[in-house]
């Protein structure tokens, strides 16, 4: 059964998502000088404690298996990269998150509150002009290589290039340089005490420098070498793409990943516009849309997959605060 949903956006979180790259959210922390801590809070302390086992709302006995396919929020005709970090150009939708890693994550429970991923642990200097994060030893590309702090370093240095997107260089600005201490301990200097930038370090994507090669990196396009659960499996005249679980990633016994990522195929279909995009869910050639407008909700999304039930519609209460829609 296939489902829509309706959401209202909120204009802040819309100019958000619009200025970021997909899966990179500005979080905010305040901490002083403290050990190595496998999570940070905003508020308070961390719901899950150090030794949580899985999010509570992730089932680690789900069934794993099966195929499902989506469509990006935003409408876009085809893509032209699978390099998600530079400007030129169009990439394919999924790849932050099925693909690339960052250093901690998010849970969807809590709001500004980061765990461990790639990096195990995270400290904050007592003057708090600097932040060092240690790397899990089992952290691994889809390669095979272990991710170093080197690969850290090359990835920040990177993407604040010129070569990249330039919203790296201008979440990180005050970022005055990266050491890299030990193969699995990086350091990350401040030009100023700046009580964000730790956790925004957080969520710094890492990728392999052999994915980019000798290669200037706004000129890569191809496949990732990245960490995450899913590889690309396959694209399709440039509208399709089809990632595949990866039996062999290296994080399935992670807290924050036990119970997710459990479809043995995530598939992603592109439409040149809103109309047709809709018309191919009503057609049942994709599983679930999201609908952020709520004239089209009350409108459009009628017809006899929704008189049978094929069509679900589902309304999820948004407590955000949000604009006003004609």
Not at 157 to 179: C, E, K, M, R
Not at 296 to 323: C, I, M, T, V
Request: a positive charge.
């Amino acid at each position: 059964m296939a489902h829509a949903l309706y959401r209202p956006l909120s204009p802040a979180r819309r100019r958000l998502l619009q200025s970021l790259p997909a899966g990179l959210f500005p979080l905010a922390a305040v901490w002083g000088a403290e050990p190595l801590h496998p999570a940070f809070a905003l508020y308070d302390q961390p719901k899950y404690p150090p030794d949580f086992t899985h999010f509570d709302y992730a089932d680690p006995t789900a069934p794993v298996g099966g195929r499902i396919v989506l469509t990006p929020p935003t409408v876009g005709a085809s893509f032209d990269k699978l390099n998600p970090f530079t400007l030129k150009g169009t990439a394919a939708p999924g790849l932050n998150t099925l693909v690339f890693e960052t250093l901690m994550t998010s849970s969807w429970d809590e709001p500004n509150t980061v765990y461990g991923l790639l990096a195990d642990d995270i400290a904050v200097a007592d003057d708090g002009l600097s932040t060092q994060f240690h790397l899990n030893p089992r952290a691994r590309f889809s390669n095979g290589d272990p991710v170093t702090a080197s690969d850290v370093a090359y990835s920040f240095n990177t993407l604040v290039s010129a070569a990249a997107a330039p919203q790296f260089a201008s979440i990180y600005a005050d970022v005055a340089g990266v050491d890299v201490l030990t193969p699995r301990l990086v350091r990350f200097k401040f030009r100023r005490r700046n009580h964000e930038m730790p956790i925004l370090l957080a969520g710094l994507p890492v990728f392999s420098p052999k994915w980019t090669g000798r290669r200037a990196f706004n000129d890569v396009i191809d496949a990732p070498i990245a960490s995450g659960p899913y590889r690309v499996a396959r694209t399709a005249q440039q509208r399709d793409i089809t990632y595949a679980r990866r039996a062999d990633y290296w994080g399935w016994h992670l807290p924050t990943r036990r119970g997710q990522f459990n479809f043995s195929e995530v598939v992603y279909k592109l439409y040149l516009d809103s109309t047709a995009r809709l018309e191919a869910f009503k057609a049942g050639e994709f599983d679930l849309l999201q609908e952020f407008i709520a004239r089209n909700w009350a409108r459009q999304y009628r017809g006899p997959g929704f008189d049978s039930g094929a069509l679900k519609k589902l309304e999820l209460p948004n407590h955000n605060p949000a604009g006003f829609q004609g």
